[in-house]
């Protein structure tokens, strides 16, 4: 299963969220507005961690987080049977009010008709209540009719006439799947990663850390695969049915060691008065459990020890190390399964939450790059990435529908959201083009940590515009500049910074240069009018050149065009001067 969208109220700083999601989901915004209250929320409805007073909003004393998945496999339409919408989604809620325990909620079709709904049950489970409705043919013609009859005939009833019955897709009033507590785990297996974090936790051989599954896995393998291993597990199953006193057909054993029969007598000897007999049986022990609890991992960087003994750094670099192993072993049993049945042999759901509070702590840019990569990975098979990030590094724009911006301008209103879940692309070329823009400017993620967006045609652009600003001592680091690649990428750019809300200025070029012919003019001038069309006067502006960057520093001749360094080398000349034109404009840019 995977999250297809939440919706969160009065927990911490959120009043009420709906948010979309992807298979990776990336988190982004300033420190205290939300993105982790986002991420904490969903350990909640996981039941990862409790509700405390402190978690409702302020003034409040009831919160939900309530989900809805899709990607179901046959196990959870099974198990989930009765929430199963036609679309194959289900959602469930998450309720708790202060001073009581939380309380689980599908949503579910429900019938019009109240003898054919849940909580009705007690109403009808009587002859002369159910004798009319069309119940009564349903349940047993004589004797004491009880809930369970009641509901077996509503679930009948529903299957053989749902055709012709109206549903109200509603939440349920009674407990999720008819139970007081859900279990921990029913969802899937969630695997959160703090900021800060200590690796040994990872490592550990017990619970849900990403180390034992793995090693899980490695066991399960050998146990199936490795003839040693299968060999080694026979013979000590044989030498603990010699040590009892009883072989596995209920025959006495006639070879077991005579210390342990001496050791039953003289207890039995103690306790003549009770008239007791004594039998001591040994129980074959779990080998692949312990195999684990006599697994230690050692880090060898010259310098051998235990893994608490490194680094922040390397542990960071280590747990991330466990996540990129994960994700090519879940990529291999993924493939293994197309190729054999193995999947429907499943007993257990194998859906996997990896929720992550800053990936980049302790990496160096590089390894930040890599890491994303791997974490795009392991979301496109059976796993959903959640993450909060301030790096660019782990914003990807061709990725755009997973960025979600979180931010707060009002306390009382809570923390807000911005996404763009639409297409932002009609036309093929666009997206080709867009895509294409990020080998030009793999920096450009970094857009959404600016307080503003300065959006350029090209290189040439993005080497002039700063310079000068230097120069002219108003360039702000709090600003970045973006070259789209191409004038007609500009507007694409806008309609992503229209949607997530993020002050820019559009620079262009006129391109009405004397040698161009009537049509290139007429394309330039179209090209341009689509830019202003884009603009949303509210949290953008344009700044025009006459007809190109280069024409505006003195550059005319063509052949000295569209080349960075000629245009840097000619402005940093010391006979070069500045234009009053020029300079009211690189001054509007950065006002």
């Not at 990936?359 to 959903?384: I, T």
């Not at 911005?418 to 997206?431: G, I, M, N, R």
Request: proline letters at 3%; charged letters at 30%; one cysteine or more.
């Amino acid at each position: 299963m995977k999250i297809t969208s939440v919706k969160i109220h009065n927990w911490r700083s959120i009043k009420y969220l709906e948010i979309n999601f992807q298979e990776i989901m990336i988190f982004i915004g300033q420190n205290n507005h939300g993105k982790s209250n986002v991420l904490s929320s969903l350990l909640f409805f996981f039941g990862e961690i409790p509700c405390t007073e402190l978690d409702f909003k302020k003034g409040t004393d009831e919160l939900f987080v309530e989900v809805e998945f899709s990607n179901l496999d046959e196990h959870d339409k099974s198990q989930f049977s009765k929430y199963v919408t036609s679309n194959e989604h289900i959602k469930v809620r998450k309720l708790i009010r202060k001073g009581e325990n939380f309380e689980y909620h599908g949503y579910c079709e429900i019938p019009q008709e109240d003898w054919l709904k849940e909580e009705k049950i007690s109403d009808y489970a009587k002859r002369e209540t159910i004798s009319v409705t069309p119940l009564k043919d349903y349940v047993p013609a004589t004797g004491r009719i009880t809930k369970e009859n009641v509901k077996e005939a509503q679930e009948k009833y529903i299957s053989e006439k749902r055709d012709s019955l109206i549903f109200q897709y509603d939440l349920e009033t009674t407990n999720f799947l008819g139970l007081k507590t859900v279990a921990q785990g029913i969802f899937g297996n969630i695997f959160f990663i703090p900021a800060v974090k200590n690796a040994t936790e990872e490592f550990n051989v017990k619970g849900k850390s990403i180390f034992n599954q793995l090693l899980s896995n490695v066991i399960n393998e050998m146990s199936s695969s490795n003839q040693q291993y299968i060999d080694a597990k026979s013979e000590i199953t044989k030498l603990t049915q010699i040590l009892n006193k009883n072989i596995t057909d209920g025959t006495l054993n006639t070879d077991r060691p005579e210390q342990l029969t001496k050791l039953e007598h003289i207890i039995e000897a103690e306790l003549k008065k009770w008239h007791t007999t004594i039998n001591i049986e040994i129980t074959p022990p779990d080998i692949d459990e312990v195999l684990k609890v006599g697994t230690t991992v050692w880090i060898d960087d010259g310098v051998p020890t235990d893994i608490v003994r490194k680094g922040h750094g390397l542990q960071r670099a280590l747990i991330f190390a466990l996540i990129k192993a994960w994700a090519n072993i879940s990529k291999e049993i993924k493939q293994k399964e197309e190729q054999t049945e193995e999947k429907a042999k499943r007993k257990a759901s194998e859906s996997n939450y990896f929720i992550f509070e800053e990936p980049e702590l302790y990496l160096h840019p590089q390894a930040q790059r890599e890491l994303f990569y791997s974490l795009k990975e392991l979301s496109r098979v059976n796993n959903q990435v959640l993450l909060s990030t301030h790096s660019s590094s782990f914003v990807d724009l061709d990725m755009y529908k997973s960025i979600c911006k979180v931010y707060k301008t009002d306390v009382s209103e809570g923390s807000k959201i911005l996404q763009c879940t639409e297409e932002l692309f009609t036309l093929d070329d666009d997206k080709k083009n867009f895509n294409m823009a990020y080998w030009i400017n793999p920096d450009r993620g970094e857009l959404f940590f600016a307080e503003k967006i300065i959006i350029v045609e090209g290189p040439t652009d993005k080497t002039i515009i700063p310079y000068l600003s230097k120069k002219l001592s108003i360039f702000k680091y709090e600003y970045t500049i973006i070259d789209c690649g191409g004038k007609d990428n500009i507007k694409i750019y806008i309609h992503l910074l229209n949607k997530f809300r993020l002050p820019y200025v559009a620079v262009y070029d006129k391109d009405n240069q004397a040698v161009k012919t009537a049509d290139a003019i007429n394309n330039a001038n179209k090209s341009s009018k689509e830019i202003e069309d884009a603009i949303d006067q509210s949290l953008g502006k344009s700044i025009i050149f006459e007809n190109d960057i280069e024409e505006e520093i003195g550059i005319i001749d063509e052949n000295n065009k569209n080349k960075p360094y000629f245009s840097l080398k000619h402005v940093s000349d010391d006979s070069f001067v500045l234009s009053e034109g020029l300079k009211k404009k690189i001054e509007a840019i950065f006002n």
